[in-house]
């Protein structure tokens, strides 16, 4: 990663608390209907926002690509639009950020970072206040399956995927058609305000527990392949995404060792060794898990042990920002688990069956 990018980010990680208080405070100065309604005393949601806006953008810094904080932004409007919150809001909000960061950093900081928020200043009126649906219209089983997890009927959802491995869909086809369309819904409808946080987390527990009753399809063919250790980074809690990988690997006939949400980077490194693994997924759910990536890589390379490891990274910011995976170490990376598997078979020369 280019050094001046990352102590512009890490100054802006530092001092998010300040910047955001900063930007705030300019807030109410550029809307006085802000004191009329809040008074003298600043929202904490508020500031909470804006702080979240000042870490994503060190993120993306740090990643050197504007596309991240684009997207991000893009997430926000549609999250915040939903919530009955003016698109000008966010614009507005962005200016202040610009202002304070101009404040607040040396210019040759501040010159670095402003120029993202310029950029999405220019793009911010073309960015849509919707997002369409992940499910496509006829294909009655997502839509089904769906319908079952939201009205809190987990054993219904259950036996529709039961019901359609017996009837020879094939456990792939029920993880890209099914689970990974379902997973993808669940957070459109989060973000433009029709569940609740608790049914998120219902649906998604609901998933990875009918994803276990799957097992007995799936750890049963032959090992001719590598060994895979397949983990999300420290922070990260969203594992469904990389636990479908490493089901694919061991479909695909690889010895894998699935570790978990939220695993710290000596833990990793720890498992790669006693593993004698030679291919590591990783899995990035959002812009602010990158930097953890980043180190866990650096780690990795760093021990003599795991010379000659592949690592393999995958996750939104991936998808967003293509070439991300060079920045941070990486020897490649994937868009989905068939494209995972083809690539970690080329890296490590094994021949597809």
């Not at 910011?317 to 060079?326: D, H, N, T």
Request: glycine fraction near 6%; aromatic fraction near 8%.
């Amino acid at each position: 990663m280019d050094a001046l990018n990352q102590r512009v980010s890490e100054a802006i990680s530092s001092r998010s608390g300040a910047l955001a208080a900063d930007a705030v405070a300019l807030e109410f100065l550029r809307h006085p209907h802000l004191e009329k309604r809040f008074g003298k005393t600043v929202p904490e949601k508020m500031l909470q926002d804006t702080g979240f806006h000042f870490d994503y953008l060190a993120q993306a810094i740090a990643a050197g690509s504007v596309d991240l904080y684009l997207d991000y932004i893009g997430w926000a409007k549609v999250l915040l639009a939903n919530l009955g919150v003016p698109p000008m809001y966010l614009a507005t909000t962005l200016e202040s950020m610009r202002d304070a960061l101009r404040a607040m950093l040396a210019p040759e900081l501040s010159d670095v970072a402003c120029p993202y928020l310029e950029e999405t200043l220019q793009g911010f009126p073309q960015m849509p206040e919707e997002v369409p649906s992940f499910i496509a219209k006829g294909n009655p089983l997502p839509v089904q399956y769906l319908q079952a997890l939201l009205r809190g009927e987990s054993q219904a959802a259950n036996k529709l995927i039961m019901d359609a491995i017996e009837g020879g869909m094939p456990v792939q086809d029920i993880y890209l058609e099914v689970f990974e369309r379902t997973q993808h819904e669940i957070g459109r409808l989060w973000q433009v305000n029709e569940i609740s946080v608790a049914q998120e987390h219902y649906c998604t527990a609901a998933t990875q527990q009918i994803m276990a009753r799957l097992y007995p399809h799936i750890f049963r063919e032959e090992k001719t392949r590598g060994t895979l250790v397949a983990t999300c980074v420290s922070g990260d809690l969203h594992e469904v995404g990389a636990r479908m990988v490493c089901d694919f690997f061991e479909l695909d006939g690889w010895d894998t060792h699935y570790l978990g949400a939220n695993v710290p980077a000596a833990t990793v490194v720890q498992s790669l060794v006693e593993c004698r693994a030679t291919m590591l997924a990783i899995s990035a759910t959002i812009t602010s898990h990158v930097r953890a990536v980043a180190v866990l890589i650096a780690l990795v390379r760093s021990t003599p042990e795991c010379e000659g490891v592949k690592i393999l990274v995958g996750g939104y910011p991936f998808k967003v920002e293509p070439e991300l995976w060079k920045t941070i170490g990486a020897d490649g990376s994937a868009n989905g688990a068939r494209e995972a598997i083809e690539l970690a078979n080329r890296l490590t020369h094994v021949v597809a069956a």
